[in-house]
Structure formats: C-alpha cells, structure tokens
C-alpha cells in the first residue's frame, strides 16, 4: 500500500532554514501530484507547495514563495521541501501528501489528496 513518510522537522531561529523530505513507497507516481500541507493548533491545513510528478509544474503559496522550494527525486521517490528564511508564522506540522493518479490540473484541497504522511513537527522561535 502506499505509505508516505516525513522527516526533518525542528525547533530552530527565525531566519534558519531546514529541509522536508518525504519518503513515497508502494506505487509508482509518475502521474501523481505530491503536496507539502501544514496545520497550525486550531486552523485548518493549509497547502504550501505541490509539485507534479510528471513534468515538475510547482505550485507554491503566496505566503512561501521565494523562501520554500519544492523538488522531487525519481530515482529515490522522495520529495524535498527546502525551506529557508523561516519565520514565526511558518510553525505548524507539515505533512506530506499525495494525490493521484491526476491529469490535469494539481488541487489545493486537502480533502482531494489520498495518501498522507504522519507529519514532521516545525517550531520556530523569534
């Protein structure tokens, strides 16, 4: 079955950086979109970054974007998101998620994604 699983998380400074990876098993995801999510105590999950599997379309959150990159290796099935220039709003655990198989277009909606990993706790302090 698949299985995601996420690493890398943190506690570190406003400014650090830190980089995700999600380790995808049990399915080959060459037409799947993998998503990087993050949930805040109290707030609903909140899509960062996606990438198509495919031919590497990205989509990022305005919140995110030139600070966050996502990537993928195919050789190894993971996906990384690098994150730097962190800050106090970035906190929340992230989860690595996946939709698919998917021909068009990549989904923000949570609900819209099958598979997800157990999540990877980021803090960070000011």
């Known amino acids: 079955q698949v299985q995601l699983v996420e690493s890398g998380g943190g506690s570190v400074q406003a400014g650090a950086s830190l980089r995700l990876s999600c380790v995808a098993s049990?399915?080959?995801?060459?037409?799947?979109?993998m998503g990087w999510f993050r949930q805040a105590p109290g707030k609903g999950r909140e899509l960062v970054a996606a990438?198509?599997?495919?031919?590497?379309?990205?989509y990022y959150a305005d919140s995110v974007k030139g600070r966050f990159t996502i990537s993928r290796d195919n050789a190894k099935n993971r996906v990384y998101l690098q994150m730097n220039s962190l800050k106090p709003e970035d906190a929340a655990v992230y989860y690595c998620?996946?939709?698919?198989?998917?021909?068009?277009?990549?989904?923000?909606?949570?609900?819209?994604?099958?598979?997800w990993g157990q999540g990877t706790q980021v803090t960070v302090a000011s």
């Open positions: 998620a996946a939709d698919g198989p998917v021909t068009g277009a990549l989904s923000r909606r949570d609900r819209d994604y099958d598979y």
């Open positions: 049990g399915r080959t995801f060459s037409s799947y979109v």
């Open positions: 990438i198509k599997w495919s031919d590497g379309t990205t």
